[in-house]
């Protein structure tokens, strides 16, 4: 492959989707909403609301910050 400049909004882009694999990889396994044989679809819904609530109250969630023009993903610690 030849190599390419990298345009601000592929960075910004990229950083989000490290942040959005971070949250996934949380809901899977803090919120365990990895459950995926359910016997009715109302189960399923449930149950991944359920997750999406207990991910709602965690204390420290994975964010995207800007200091000083820089896009950079900020994943803490959990636990």
Do not use: W
């Not at 942040?19 to 109302?42: A, F, G, N, W, Y």
């Amino acid at each position: 492959m030849k190599t390419a400049l990298v345009t601000m909004e592929d960075k910004f882009y990229l950083n989000k989707r490290g942040v959005i694999e971070s949250v996934i990889d949380i809901l899977k396994s803090i919120c365990d909403i990895d459950h995926t044989r359910h016997r009715s679809p109302l189960n399923a819904i449930i149950h991944i609301l359920g997750g999406v609530a207990a991910y709602h109250f965690l204390d420290q969630k994975p964010s995207i910050y800007s200091r000083t023009g820089k896009l950079t993903a900020f994943i803490p610690k959990l636990g």
